[in-house]
């Protein structure tokens, strides 16, 4: 591969960032500021230490909501839903009262994924290619597959589309779902099959769901590891009649502490939703006792980050995109009947970064990352009772950064909270409490300023072409010239148009990993009076020009599913293949632009994306 690719320095290999500190959040924090050695320790195990037989193994299945808040489930006093199957969880195995993720979708998945903070993981946002994950890190995928296991994700999985950041590159032997942050439909939508087009059938998280039941049917032979990746309750507001019948026009009892700030429409969709996923839940749990399964797997079910809505979260201060607790704080509840025990709570604080680590140690798996990790192994909280383990500070960034320790949260604007006493963050403490605010100040000021350097030095990265056999560039991570607009303000799944003037253009920045022959295609649409249009491809030195010799002009579709705004979500349609025939490509760094050759009508083509494949 190329430089865009090449291993971080061992510099930035020695990084390390969150904490353990001192028992108590009274005392002096510097020591929170010592890297993760403990978490290293598993590191330099002995392989055979480190193994176990594949009988011994646990599977481990792992249910990841998309915008659900702590809020969102029965479990938590919401009585404005049922949600008896996710509650179960809880019940028959372990609860976390205190578990953290980052504010938006990609860095939760990127943390999950490596036991690192993902400003460390190349991840930036959640669209235009900052979402993806760089290509040397270590998955928690690779690990598990590396160790034997049987690797399968189904649903969303937002660190990357084109390979090798595609999940079958990083460590999935098997992947169903998209890749995008978003989807503009839920029923029967275009998906991705080990990197093939594909279409969806009936609604998504049951269609993942089935997916995912079979992966489980097909493997329970050998030991699984099964992501679960669901895309709801994130928008848009899609949920069948049968699940949205109980929510219609009802007047929700528990609102939001802001009760003005809430859209009840939404809310009601996104309750709906939830009791879906339920019940979803419940079919891969009724699964594993078909299966003789239940007992010896670890059933994860956890957020990625706060609600997308103002609606009732335990009067908690904010949402998702916030780094206060009601944006970051989610709930994450553990089964595993063979050993953990029901009906357990641990009050410690945790986070998405101990995933890697703690499945390491539980299923006795080699960790194979030469990357240090910020997360730390939950082992001792699982099995134990605890009474040893060492505070810590976590770090949440997003236009700021905030810190969490067991008793303390210091906000984004430098206001100390005591959690504890005060989950609502009503009354800040830094008078009461003037050492310990100043302490995790610095702190947060010495790990800002570390981010905000790992971001200033990152390399560019090219959007990658030619190192799988087929390549699909979307509109989300293009960029529009002379007047040509997206067709919604979030560019994931959003498409071009409006390409009205001439001289408009759309350009990818790319790196074509291998020299040689590949089959261009456009995927447009074009009313009848646009019809003549011609469109040049130019990429490198090569060029090729295609005319519209036939109209496709399909209405956009998604509206009448809507059951709330969909807000910055783009709507969506059918496009057709614009084939450009076979190109030759030189190996290196490029742009890809589509220009209009002849502009018909006074208006060109709209864009969905542009697919190469070898």
Known sequence: MSQYFAKTSSADQKRVGGQPGPASSTLPLTALAVPFLAALSALFLSPIARQATAAERPNIVMILADDQGWGDLSLHGNTNLSTPNIDSLAADGVAFENFYVSAVCAPTRA???????????????????????NLDEITIADTFQKAGYRTGAFGKWHNGSQPPYHPNDRGFDEYYGFTSGHWGTYFEPPLDHNNTAVKGKGYLVDDLTNHAIEFIEENKSEPFFCYVPLNTPHSPMHIPDRFYEKFDGVDLKMRNRDPEKEDELFSRAALAMVENIDWNVGRILQVLDEQNLAENTIVIYFSDNGPNSWRWNGDMKG?????????????????????????????????????????????????????PLDGRSLEPLLLGDGKDWQDRALLSFRK????????????GAGKLFDIENDRSQRHPVNEKFPKVS???????????????????????????VGYGK?????????EAKGGVERSARAPNNSFFTNWIDPKGAIEWNIEVGESGPYHVVVHHTCPTENVGTSIRVAIGDATAVAKVDKAFDPPLEGAAQDRASRGSESYVKDFAPLDFGMMDLEKGVHTLRLSTEALVGGRSIDVHSVELTK
């Open 111 to 133: 943390e999950m994924l490596t036991g690192r903070y993902f400003i460390r993981t190349g991840v930036r946002g959640v669209t235009r290619g900052d979402e993806r994950l």
């Open 470 to 478: 087929r390549t699909v560039l979307p509109a989300r991570d293009g």
């Open 400 to 411: 700021g950064a905030s810190l969490r320790t067991q008793r303390f949260r210091i906000d």
């Open 438 to 464: 100043e302490r995790m100040q610095d702190l947060l000021a010495k790990q800002t300023a570390e981010m905000k350097q790992i971001i200033a030095t990152a390399p560019a990265r090219p959007f990658t």
């Open 319 to 371: 949402r998702k995109g916030s780094i206060d607790e009601g944006g970051i704080r989610v709930p994450c509840l553990i089964r595993w009947p063979r050993k953990l025990a029901a009906g357990k709570k641990i009050d410690q604080v945790a986070a998405a970064i101990d995933f890697l680590p703690t499945l390491s140690d539980l299923a006795n798996v080699e960790l194979i990352s030469e990357k």
